[in-house]
């Protein structure tokens, strides 16, 4: 990844942070991209701790003409856009019984059209040099829990959008593929140790996937060696989704 152009769209939670420094460490230089600007300086200094090179740029990712604005600048100042994360993740837990549309077009608006609207205007840059790569950052939830329908259907809607952005872009010499997670612990969800480890005894692994494993799994796909893997869906989830039940 060394001098290539990463952008990162929800640099500030934990996994943002972890893939942001992971690039870093890589040699690419990271545009990194959040709602506040206090939290994506925080970012942009872990990034600089650990050698590398940055930019910050707040704005509302559900803003789509401040998305083609911001995109439109970085064309311009760069060679070219050659990695793109979408690291979006809003949750909404409801039952069905206590959903309302309101509930169903918030969470779409949240975690698709972002995705989009940064393909969209990231992607025919990328067609100019004939490389890209796309690295969604989903989750295991796509597969369907209780008390989470909008949530769980807008990562459905990005499974299908990994593949067939895939199979459209191929011959232009861009990659899509995404990373489902797991059980992690961030400090978005914290535990005490009791809890962490009751979580951590019903994964095969016998513990909670750390930001850094997505890191992990997010530089493969961002770097030249995936060259051969496109519209793949990487779970993440230190072996949940092969031995347990998704309705538990």
């Known amino acids: 990844m060394k001098d290539r152009i990463a952008v990162i769209v929800g640099a500030t939670d934990d996994v943002g942070r972890a893939i942001s420094t992971r690039f870093a460490r890589n040699g690419a230089r990271t545009v990194l991209i959040d709602i506040d600007r206090q939290p994506l300086a925080e970012t942009l200094r872990m990034v600089e701790d650990v050698g590398g090179r940055g930019e910050i740029i707040a704005l509302d990712p559900t803003d789509a003409q401040a998305v083609k604005t911001a995109v439109a600048s ?6 070219a856009i050659d990695i793109l994360v979408n690291n979006i993740d809003r949750r909404d ?10 509930n169903w077009e918030r969470s779409l608006k949240d975690n698709v059209v972002p995705l989009v609207s940064f393909c969209l205007n990231i992607i025919p840059v990328m067609k100019k040099r004939n490389y890209g790569r796309i690295i969604n950052v989903g989750s295991l939830d ?3 829990f209780a008390n989470q329908s909008p949530y769980s259907t807008s990562k459905s809607a990005i499974f299908g959008l990994t593949r067939s952005f895939a199979l459209e872009l191929a011959k232009d010499g861009i990659t899509v593929n995404q990373i489902l997670k797991g059980d992690l ?64």
């Open 142 to 144: 796509y597969l369907g």
């Open 93 to 102: 837990a409801s039952s069905v019984a206590a959903c309302t549309i309101e």
């Open 185 to 248: 612990k961030t400090a978005d969800n914290p535990l005490s140790a009791e809890a962490e480890e009751q979580s951590a005894s019903r994964l095969p692994v016998q513990r909670l996937g750390k930001p850094e494993d997505i890191a992990y799994a997010a530089a493969y796909f961002a770097s030249g060696l995936s060259s051969y893997v496109t519209g793949q869906n990487l779970i993440v989830c230190g072996g949940k989704s092969i031995y347990s039940s998704m309705s538990a």
């Open 74 to 79: 970085l064309a311009n100042r760069y060679e």
